[in-house]
C-alpha cells in the first residue's frame, strides 16, 4: 500500500490550471499551522466516538459518523487546496500545515496511550520528542533559505 501511494505520488502531475497561482494570499504560516491543528484534533475526538458504548447513541445509524467523518475530511482537503494554490503559498506554510497535523496526531495518540504499558508511553514521548527537535530543525533550515 505504501509504494502504491508513493507512486501515484511520483506519478501526479498537477493540471497547468492549478500549476499557474493566483492573486490570492495565503494565510501566515503559523494560521496554516493552528487550522492543520485544529482539523487533525478534530478528526482524532471523532476517533474517539467509536470507544464510547453504542448505547449512549441509541437510534443512530453507524452511518451518521461516517458521512459526518467524510464530509470533514472534503472540507479540510478543499480548504488545503485553495490556501495552497495561493501566490504567495511557500516552504513555511508547507513545514506549517504539517507540523500542525503532526501535533496533532501526537496529541490524539496521547490519548490512546494513556492506559498502555509504560514502555509505550516513554516510546511514544521519544518519538514525539525526536519529531518535535526535527521539525525546529527544518524550520531553522527553512528560515536559512527564505534569509
Do not use: C
Not at 488545503?80 to 513555511?92: L, P
Not at 530543525?137 to 534569509?147: A, G, N, S
Request: net charge positive; aromatic share 12%.
Amino acid at each position: 500500500m505504501i509504494a502504491a501511494l508513493i507512486t501515484s505520488t511520483l506519478a501526479f502531475r498537477p493540471s497547468s490550471k492549478h500549476s499557474e497561482k493566483n492573486s490570492r494570499r495565503a494565510p501566515a504560516p503559523w494560521l496554516v499551522g493552528f487550522l492543520a491543528f485544529g482539523f487533525g484534533v478534530a478528526w482524532f475526538l471523532m476517533i474517539g466516538l467509536a470507544f464510547i458504548p453504542p448505547a449512549t447513541f441509541q437510534g443512530i445509524s453507524p452511518i451518521v459518523p461516517m458521512v459526518i467523518g467524510l464530509m470533514w475530511v472534503g472540507l479540510g482537503l478543499s480548504i488545503v487546496w485553495r490556501i495552497s494554490s495561493a501566490g504567495n503559498w511557500q516552504d513555511r506554510h508547507r513545514l506549517a500545515l504539517i507540523f500542525g497535523a503532526s501535533l496533532a496526531s501526537m496529541v490524539g495518540g496521547t490519548l490512546e496511550v494513556l492506559t498502555d504499558t509504560p514502555i509505550d508511553i516513554i516510546g511514544k514521548y521519544g518519538f514525539d520528542l525526536i519529531a518535535v527537535g526535527l521539525f525546529i530543525w527544518f524550520t531553522i533550515r527553512v528560515r536559512k533559505q527564505v534569509m
